[in-house]
C-alpha cells in the first residue's frame, strides 16, 4: 500500500497574523524611538542655551576681551519673546541714558567692569554671538523671580554678569529692577513642536540648571 506524504503550510489567515503583528511591532518601534529623539533634541537644546549662559558668565567674571578688544565689561544673555527661535550672548558696552547697573570701574585697566546698563541695546551693545534653536524647538516663555514670586509673559529678558561682583543682573522687558528689589532667579522655557518642554532656570548667584517642567507661575 502506497503511503501517503501531506505537506502542510501557512494558511493565509497565518500569514495575515504574522503581518498584521510584524506592523504592529515595527509602528511601536517607530513611535518610540520618534518620541526618544524628540525628548533627546528639546534636551540638548536647554542644555545648549545653559551651556551659553554658563559662557557669557564667565567672559564677564574674567573680564573677557571680545572680538573687538573690549575689556573688562559685562557679558549677558538675551531672550525676546518676538524672536522665538534665537537668543544671543552680548557684551554690556552701552550705558544707555547714562546710568549703570553693576559695580564701577571708570577705566578699562581697573579691575572692575566699566558701566553698562545690563540690557541688550541692538546696534548699541557688542553683539558676541547668535544662537538659532534647530528643529522647531522655540522659547515659549520668559520669568523673572522677585519676592519668591514668579512673574512670566515677559517680553524680553537679560542676565548680565560683571566683575567683582559675582552676582547676576536679571532684567526683563528693557528694565533693570531697582537694587533693593532684584530678580533673583529666571525661566526660559523651551517646547518642541512634538510636544515637550523644558525650562533653563538662572539665579542670582549664577546657578544654571535645566528641569523637565514648565517654568514656575
Same mark, same amino acid.
Given at each position: ?9 501557512? @494558511?493565509?489567515?497565518?500569514?495575515? $497574523? ?5 506592523? $504592529?511591532? @515595527? ?13 533627546? &533634541? ?22 573677557? +576681551? ?14 525676546? &519673546? ?23 570701574? !571708570? ?5 572692575? @567692569? &566699566?558701566?553698562?546698563?545690563? $540690557? ?23 520669568? $523673572? ?34 537694587? !533693593? ?10 517646547? +518642541? ?8 532656570? &538662572?539665579? @542670582? ?11 514656575? +507661575?
Amino acid at each position: 500500500m502506497e503511503s501517503i506524504h501531506t505537506h502542510r503550510g501557512f @494558511t493565509l489567515i497565518e500569514l495575515l $497574523v504574522v503581518t498584521a503583528i510584524i506592523l $504592529v511591532v @515595527t509602528a511601536i518601534t517607530i513611535t518610540s524611538q520618534a518620541s526618544f529623539n524628540k525628548t533627546v &533634541i528639546l534636551a540638548n537644546t536647554a542644555y545648549d542655551i545653559a551651556l551659553a549662559t554658563r559662557s557669557a558668565e564667565n567672559f564677564g567674571l574674567g573680564g573677557h +576681551s571680545n572680538n573687538n578688544s573690549i575689556e573688562n565689561v559685562g557679558y549677558g544673555v538675551h531672550f525676546d &519673546i518676538g524672536e522665538q527661535n534665537s537668543f544671543l550672548i552680548f557684551a554690556d558696552t552701552y550705558t544707555g541714558s547714562g546710568g549703570s547697573c553693576h559695580p564701577p570701574g !571708570s577705566v578699562l585697566d581697573s579691575p572692575d @567692569t &566699566i558701566y553698562g546698563d545690563c $540690557v541688550y541695546t541692538a546696534g548699541k551693545d557688542t553683539l558676541v554671538n547668535p544662537y538659532t534653536l534647530e528643529n522647531g524647538i522655540t522659547i515659549n516663555d520668559l520669568c $523673572v523671580q522677585k519676592n519668591s514670586s514668579w512673574t512670566c509673559g515677559q517680553l524680553t529678558l537679560d542676565v548680565v554678569f560683571s566683575r567683582p561682583n559675582g552676582d547676576a543682573i536679571i532684567s526683563s522687558n528693557g528694565s533693570v529692577p531697582p537694587p !533693593s528689589s532684584p530678580y533673583t532667579k529666571a525661566c526660559i522655557a523651551v517646547i +518642541s513642536p512634538q510636544g515637550g518642554v523644558r525650562a533653563v532656570l &538662572i539665579d @542670582t548667584l549664577g546657578e544654571i540648571n535645566v528641569d523637565n517642567s514648565p517654568c514656575p +507661575s
